[in-house]
Nanobody
């Protein structure tokens, strides 16, 4: 059993900043790719940032230059630093990870979601 627990969402004015955290726990052998997704009102879930196990990070064009994704492998934790927030960034943000358990079984796991609301 593995799980991802997110924290850090909230309400912020346009131009402000927030940082999301995502901690993985359970029977973990290795965390492979980790990513952040979001789903805004009436929209499909979309990729925000993807961090590969090889160390590269890819961002959606809409957040490039404003958002920074990072991970601390020693703490099984991922972060999403969001600066210059815009009202269109309002969404529920989800952490996602591909985790290999100690049993060598690989799972895809989602966090519970964090609501980020940006007021104009």
């Amino acid at each position: 059993q593995v799980q991802l627990v997110e924290s850090g969402g909230g309400l912020v004015q346009a131009g402000g900043s927030l940082r999301l955290s995502c901690v993985a726990s359970g029977s973990i052998f290795r965390i492979n790719n980790m990513g952040w997704y979001r789903q805004g009102p009436g929209n499909q879930r979309e990729l925000v940032a993807l961090m590969t196990s090889g160390g590269s990070t890819n961002y959606a064009d809409s957040v490039k230059g404003r958002f920074t994704a990072s991970r601390d492998n020693a703490k099984n934790t991922a972060y999403l630093q969001m600066n210059g927030l815009k009202p269109e960034d309002t969404a529920v943000y989800y952490c996602h990870a591909e985790i290999t358990q100690r049993s060598m079984r690989t799972l895809e796991v989602w966090g519970q979601g964090s609501l980020v609301t940006v007021s104009s």
